[in-house]
């Protein structure tokens, strides 16, 4: 039944009701099946999600989510760090301050440092336990980047990075390390004879990820793509060496 019909259905009288409210012309019938939907879309705002509006209050409105998620899609990352940074942006982690308020029991503290409240931003960089690790991190930024002398809370959540040549990069090392420290919290916490060590864990998964690399890259691509200013690799004698 057309929406003009002269008895709507429930749905379509619903739909008039939508359109008359918004001022949509109804008087002429349109040749395009999108014509309303479009008036509709013009109409409303876009809804933010709930992860958007929770940044937004920490950061300020400057934050271009379009190419934030862009960026998560299109990254470095391999499937696995891909799949985690979303979830990161997204604040889908079950975290225990989370696990804690769907069940009472579970306790709401952080397994490393015993701080009370575990949430998002301690279990990945706030907490004491893992400054050593971000302090590794950092050094590495710098001498990738020189320009890079400090780790804002937006680079470290969001991976937004100014800097051109190497923010894809950069934006890479903050996922591997939220990555790791994540990985150690869930050891402690659920594994206790497998305990991780977040900085090791760190180095092995970049370490891996270029000997992967190394094998079905060639020379020239590995060095543009992994080798800048010689610090997680180098070429000597026409060989890769991996440094970290
Ligand atoms: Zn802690």
Known sequence: MKPNCDIPSPFYSHLLRVLKEFSVDLSQPQPSK?????RLQNCVSPIQTRSEVHW????????????????IARSKNDPVLRDFDWRTVHRILPVNSRMHQWNSRLPSRCVR????????????VDCSKIKDMWMFILNLCHRIDPSVIGLSEKNLFL???SQRGTKDFLRYLMCVG?????????????????????QIY??????????IEQCFLSVDAFVSKWCMNNVLACVRDDTIEILI
């Open 178 to 198: 939220k990555f790791s420290a994540w990985k150690e919290r869930v050891s402690l916490q659920f594994k206790k004879d497998q305990k991780i060590n977040c």
């Open 113 to 124: 440092c015993g701080a009370q409240v575990d949430t998002l931003e301690h279990v990945l």
């Open 56 to 71: 937004n209050r920490r950061f300020g409105p400057g934050v271009i989510w379009k190419d934030i998620w862009k960026e």
């Open 202 to 211: 760190f180095k092995n998964y970049v370490r891996q990820r270029l000997q």
């Open 159 to 161: 991976g937004c990075f």
């Open 34 to 38: 999108f014509y309303y939907t479009r």
